[in-house]
């Protein structure tokens, strides 16, 4: 299982990122995915989920109405749409989902990818 994220950088406040997540080895139709975040010093967070089919979402509360979380299942990619951009969402943002092996479940994280919000 591979997870890659992409599209962090240096942005200004109130602009907007979309980070995308590029996932490999297996089939990603059948799991939910979300992204977490983690800022220098805080523990690690979630920002937001969305099931197998992209039919439901959830997102954590600071970012309801800014953050939007889709997936493309025949690109096996997931994405976080990211507006109105605060100093306070800096932090390196994760993908992450929990793959059934068998009887157990593997919990998979991608290397992260570096959101700077600042003037």
């Known amino acids: 299982v591979q997870l890659v994220e992409s599209g962090g950088g240096l942005v200004e406040p109130g602009g907007s990122l979309r980070l995308s997540c590029a996932a490999s080895g297996f089939t990603f139709s059948r799991y939910a995915m979300r992204w977490y975040r983690q800022a220098p010093g805080k523990e690690r967070e979630l920002v937001a989920g969305?099931?197998?089919?992209?039919?439901?979402?959830n997102y954590a509360d600071s970012m309801k109405g800014r953050f939007t979380i889709s997936r493309d299942n025949a690109k096996s990619t997931v994405y976080l749409q990211m507006n109105s951009l605060k100093p306070e969402d800096t932090a390196v943002y994760y993908c992450?989902?929990?793959?059934?092996?068998?009887?157990?479940?593997?919990?998979?994280w991608g290397q992260g990818t570096q959101v700077t919000v600042s003037s």
């Open positions: 992450f989902t929990a793959v059934r092996d068998g009887a157990s479940v593997r919990l998979y």
């Open positions: 969305i099931t197998s089919g992209g039919g439901s979402t």
